[in-house]
């Protein structure tokens, strides 16, 4: 069964403090890793898709990365409005069926 | 705004009740999902349509049933409610060829009483 976890649960940083969270994963036949950011009562938010180990993308201060096992999302220099819940997913090849199997999330709060 | 409309934002209902939700996909996007968020389960995928008809299914309980229409967009009906079934539901959309991103509406709540 594909399983997705991610570490922390919970992460609180300064403002300008950098980090990085995990998304581990066992999947059979991985078509993609994707990151989303939600926020409280609101839809998961696009950030990346990454396809093959090795593969890097960037976007403002984030940066997702990939390897064979996990995945994870660096943020650089944070700001208080980076604060959300960051999901990480996976898509599996499945008899052609595209879902997401999802993590709990890691709850991200950024202080000023 | 990820193009993925879903109606209606709030809905209260008694138990037993029977409820429709709504979803109207991306523009192009042939594949519909609906996900179940709750509190201690996070997002549970539980049914996929490709193009009007059932392409994959999750943990959708036999309560709950789901249609895609030829215009492409869909339904998810929630019959004899149980207090359990309080959540976040959320419609998404792809274009629907593998490792297409899948987009999420903003979600619709529903609360059980």
């Known amino acids: 069964e594909d399983q997705v976890t991610q570490s922390p649960e919970a992460l609180r940083l300064q403002e300008g403090e950098s980090s990085s969270l995990n998304c581990s994963y066992t999947?059979?036949?991985?078509?993609?890793l994707f990151w989303y950011r939600q926020d409280p009562g609101k839809g998961p938010e696009f950030l990346f898709t990454l396809y093959s180990a090795g593969e890097e993308k960037e976007k403002e201060r984030l940066k997702a990365t990939l390897t064979k096992k996990e995945s994870f999302l660096h943020i650089t220099a944070p700001k208080p409005e980076d604060s959300a819940t960051y999901l990480c997913?996976?898509?599996?090849?499945?008899?052609?069926?595209?879902?997401?199997?999802f993590g709990k999330g890691t709850k991200l709060t950024v202080n000023p | 705004d990820s193009g993925v409309t879903q109606t209606p934002k709030h809905l209260i209902t008694a138990t037993g009740q029977r409820v429709t939700l709504r979803c109207s996909p991306r523009s192009g996007d042939l594949s519909v999902y609906w996900y179940q968020q709750s509190l201690d389960q996070g997002l549970q995928f539980l049914i996929q349509?490709?193009?009007?008809?059932?392409?994959a299914k999750g943990n959708i309980l036999e309560r709950f049933s789901a249609q895609q229409f030829p215009d492409l967009h869909s339904e998810l009906n929630l019959s004899s409610l149980e207090l359990g079934d309080s959540a976040l539901y959320f419609c998404a959309s792809s274009f629907g060829v593998s490792g297409n991103t899948i987009y999420f509406g903003e979600g619709s709540w529903l609360t059980v009483v």
């Open positions: 999947v059979s036949g991985l078509r993609g």
């Open positions: 997913a996976v898509q599996a090849s499945q008899g052609g069926s595209e879902k997401l199997v």
């Open positions: 349509y490709y193009n009007g008809e059932e392409r």
